[in-house]
């Protein structure tokens, strides 16, 4: 996990050509794309809340696309949890009055229990060291108030096109950041804790995404079909392809 605070302590969100390094490497940035992805991102809309006081932005970064700021829109005060001092001060910059900040691991921060009506976290969790990950959830299911929505983007170590690609492709070595995703059934550990449900945020990495959708209006097209079955068979499409959102409510 070293490597993870390395980067986004360093390269991982200077701005170069109006894109961060890590919407470079890890976001689908072309033309025909954008419509989709910008979709994808606004689906966390249909889980948050239409109204609270307190929402927890856990791992917030800078709060780099203009869907993230949505997020606490009918809220009053946004906490932005990021071990980044460069994010924090972005995410300040844009936030203002409206959000507190804390550049520090959320294990070492004391939140009180049943405080928030809203927690967010995209593509954090399975950055942090697998033996941490459950005290990460458990956190923050504590720090949640009852019935609050403890919302997260996962990732599917065995999405269907895992095993399409390797039949394919040779798996190349990479110097990639931390990443452990567990199983999708890991999650049923938290059953006594919470109710939790499996849907769909996106079918795809950005990698494969580019690989299997062209940059012209084919692709658009092709992409707009995949948005309406991603979202008629969410819970198809979150089992079984890249990134599962994870919904946690506390009991």
């Keep these: 996990m070293k490597n993870v605070y390395k980067f986004y302590n360093?390269?991982?969100?200077?701005?170069?050509?109006?894109?961060?390094?890590?919407?470079?490497?890890f976001e689908d940035n072309r033309k025909y794309a954008k419509k989709y992805v910008s979709k994808c991102r606004r689906r966390i809309l249909e889980f948050i809340p239409k109204k609270g006081i307190n929402l927890l932005d856990f791992a917030s970064g800078p709060i780099q696309y203009k869907e993230y700021l949505e997020y606490s829109k009918n809220f009053?005060?946004?906490?932005?949890?990021?071990?980044s001092?460069?994010?924090?001060?972005i995410a300040k910059k844009k936030l203002r009055n409206k959000g507190k900040y804390y550049c520090k691991n959320i294990l070492k921060i004391t939140f009180p229990n049943n405080f928030f009506d809203c927690v967010v976290s995209l593509h954090t969790i399975y950055h942090i060291n697998k033996s941490d990950q459950e005290k990460v959830i458990k956190k923050l299911l504590n720090i949640s108030k009852k019935g609050a929505p403890v919302i997260i983007v996962y990732s599917n170590p065995d999405p269907i096109i895992k095993k399409l690609y390797s039949i394919f492709f040779k798996k190349k070595k990479t110097n990639s950041l931390y990443f452990y995703p567990h199983k999708l059934r890991w999650w049923k550990k938290f059953e006594k804790h919470a109710e939790i449900k499996i849907y769909c945020w996106r079918s795809f990495s950005s990698k494969h995404q580019k690989i299997l959708f062209p940059n012209n209006i084919i692709g658009k097209y092709m992409l707009d079909i995949l948005y309406y079955f991603e979202t008629r068979y969410p819970h198809f499409f979150g089992s079984f392809f890249q990134y599962p959102l994870i919904i946690l409510k506390k009991k």
């Design 10 to 25: 360093n390269s991982g969100w200077k701005n170069i050509n109006n894109l961060t390094r890590d919407a470079e490497l």
């Design 85 to 89: 001092k460069t994010a924090i001060k």
């Design 76 to 83: 009053k005060i946004r906490h932005c949890v990021d071990f």
